[in-house]
């Protein structure tokens, strides 16, 4: 099948997936992880009707965007690991990053986007299940509340949501109690009246779980392999 093949029978599924839940279609972002794939990929997926997309790494995306930096209207989510040590460059060539787990590398952010003079949209990566193979932050710990407590200060950065990778086993069911919870934390938050604090957006359900993802609130879904294909294997 096709890109744009891939890409209509996601949808449909995602429809499917968010009126069993009584959900609305409208409401849940479909963001394609092209990590490894080439411009060529992004421009085939965009001639299709996607403007959402997702990489994982600073250098591998900045190698790509001089070919696609012609899609203005698309939007290029970073949404692996960061180093620190690479923020400015993240500001540079992405409209956002998805997966922030500390204070430090929150700051380092809001500096970048300062002299660049914009807003930038994070989302904070949690770690549900503790894995010591993952980064982001713990829902429960010091510094998760001293990053709600940052935004007010950070005035260059718009906390708009939270992100989480649940633990990956072979039953997409296994699944719905981290996403489950991610919900609940953001429910929690949003009770607390925080200043600078409007997370909306929950970041969760990858190709092999989605549609659970969906039915437990998850307001964008970030797929790969169900759009492009098995990733090319490295030489």
Known sequence: MTIAQNLKAVRERIAAAARRAGRSPDDIALMAV???FGPDDIRAAYDAGQRLFGENRVQEFAGKFQAVRDLTDAGFHMIGHLQTNKAAKAVEVFSAVDSVDSVRLAEKLNAAAATTRKRLPILIELNLGGEESKTGV???????????????RLDHLEFRGLMTIPPLTGDPQAARPYFRRLREIRDRIAARNLPSIRLATLSTGMSHDFEVAIEEGSTCVRLGTAIFGERPRKA
């Open 138 to 152: 713990n829902p429960v710990s010091q510094e998760f509340g001293a990053l709600l407590e940052a935004a007010a």
């Open 34 to 36: 092209t990590k490894t």
